[in-house]
């Protein structure tokens, strides 16, 4: 194996393996994380309950786990749409430019003049709140940056070699952005889509944290630390579990961001 992909390895094991268990979450949690039971409410984390039980009495360690599904499976789903979505636009305007580059540019910056977390919050309660609605949120404010990245490099390689032989073979412009365009654009987007992962999930969890993302008794990181904030200090489990879960998601997927931009990076070619 090419000695510069080694460090990669580490990130990417534990980067499947949060996947693989927010995939399989039901046939992993050890309770069932839905089932209340008031006369077991707030047990202090024991061997029958790792991280304890809340309010309700359920397993704070079974909704961590299948609260993973809900968030960063949602998390991976919206940042998918939304990267091929901005892509597309974005390499569609660098490359033919004229008119609909302005106009779909132009759409695109008044996106970005707004901050993005607040807009998600406004889009998200004038919507509704709830879970698909959040998203649906996140994905209006979210694809402008692949837009403006995309378009920049296919501004870039629009006017490469390569490509005024492949119009002078008779290439169509269908097949000059499908076979040329974004290919070579996919590596910058595939870097900023693993480093937005973190950005997402902690978006998608403030937005549960502030009541307009999942709805109880869904399970979902920021909707139980929004359910254990009254009781720090009483049982602090119930919203440090749920926190430590977004810390090492989103540490390992920005580090693993991190390793592929090395590993992409031509100056790193040696």
Not at 35 to 53: K, M, R, Y
Not at 95 to 109: A, E, H, N, P, T
Not at 185 to 211: H, K, N, Q, R, Y
């Amino acid at each position: 194996m090419n000695q510069r992909y080694r460090p990669l390895i580490p990130y990417l094991i534990l980067s499947v393996l949060l996947i693989f268990v927010a995939v399989f979450a039901p046939f992993l949690t050890p309770h069932d994380p839905y089932i209340q039971d008031l006369e077991g409410a707030l047990v202090a984390p024991n061997s029958e309950n790792l991280f304890g039980t809340d309010r309700y009495g359920r397993d704070v360690l079974s909704r961590v786990i299948m609260g993973s599904q809900t968030t960063l499976c949602v998390s991976l789903l919206l940042l998918l749409i939304i990267s091929l979505f901005g892509s597309f636009i974005g390499a569609i305007c660098g490359y033919k430019g004229g008119q609909i580059d302005v106009f779909l540019m132009r759409i695109s910056d008044i996106f970005l003049a707004f901050p993005q977390m607040v807009f998600a919050i406004a889009a998200a309660g004038a919507l509704g709140g709830g879970l698909f609605n959040a998203a649906a949120a996140l994905a209006i404010i979210g694809w402008p940056k692949y837009a403006r990245i995309s378009r920049s490099l296919a501004l870039t390689i629009r006017s490469m070699p390569y490509i005024e032989a492949a119009k002078m073979s008779g290439t169509d412009s269908i097949g000059m952005l499908w076979n040329h365009i974004l290919p070579n654009i996919a590596g910058p987007v595939l870097v900023t889509a693993v480093l937005d992962i973190g950005t997402i999930i902690m978006e998608l969890a403030g937005l549960s944290f502030l009541g307009l993302g999942a709805m109880p008794p869904t399970a979902e990181w920021g909707a139980m630390m929004n359910n254990g904030r009254s009781m720090l200090q009483t049982a602090p489990w119930t919203i440090l579990a749920p926190g430590f879960a977004i810390f090492i998601t989103v540490a390992i997927f920005n580090l693993l961001g991190d390793k592929i931009r090395d590993v992409i990076d031509p100056k790193n070619n040696h």
